[in-house]
């Protein structure tokens, strides 16, 4: 099954408003995704230090290639009142359950899933949900905003524009588009 991004703003706020009154983890979780656009294989490993400053420096689990991302506003205020008080090796999205050593893990992405999906189905939402949602959101969002499909490409390391395109969900929001807005042959009787 093919996930899209969540591309209304009122569903963006419905799901965060949702998972923050459940859950301030998983409202942070999404938060991350959305205004960030990293995968959720590199959000669920996360600890406070990592999000301490202005930007985090990471290496990709997926391309093993260090990404230095700026952490928005918003989502940087939602950051310093979740790790307030919290040390600094502290998981930000940790699992209830411990490794066989008794440390803290994060959750899993299986849960990470289930999470999303109960979410989807709280508030209503309707279109197919995955973990790579929040990633196509963050892109999906940024593309309405900036119109730059070469930025994106880079952030997302895609080889090109078409792929980033797809990927976020645009080019099948333009073939729809374009098949509704299909002009009828003249004469045509339904």
Do not use: C
Not at 156 to 178: A, P, W
Request: charged share 30%; proline share 4%; no cysteine.
């Amino acid at each position: 099954m093919r996930v899209e991004p969540i591309r209304e703003d009122e569903w963006v706020v419905a799901f965060a408003d949702y998972l923050k009154s459940k859950s301030e983890r998983n409202y942070i979780m999404f938060m991350i995704g959305v205004y960030t656009g990293l995968r959720i294989s590199d959000i669920l490993p996360l600890r406070v230090a990592d999000v301490m400053s202005s930007h985090m420096v990471l290496i990709e689990k997926k391309t093993k290639k260090q990404k230095r991302i700026i952490l928005h506003p918003t989502l940087k205020k939602a950051l310093s009142k979740y790790i307030e008080g919290k040390k600094r090796t502290t998981l930000l999205i940790p699992s209830r359950h411990r490794t066989k050593a008794g440390r803290e893990k994060p959750i899993s992405r299986r849960q990470a899933l289930h999470i999303l999906q109960e979410a989807a189905v709280a508030v209503g939402y309707e279109e197919p949900i995955g973990t790579h949602s929040l990633r196509k959101t963050f892109g999906f969002r940024h593309y309405q905003q900036y119109k730059d499909v070469a930025e994106l490409q880079i952030i997302f390391n895609h080889d090109s524009q078409y792929e980033t395109l797809k990927y976020i969900g645009v080019m099948s929001e333009r073939i729809e588009r374009g098949i509704v807005k299909m002009k009828d042959p003249e004469g045509l009787l339904v």
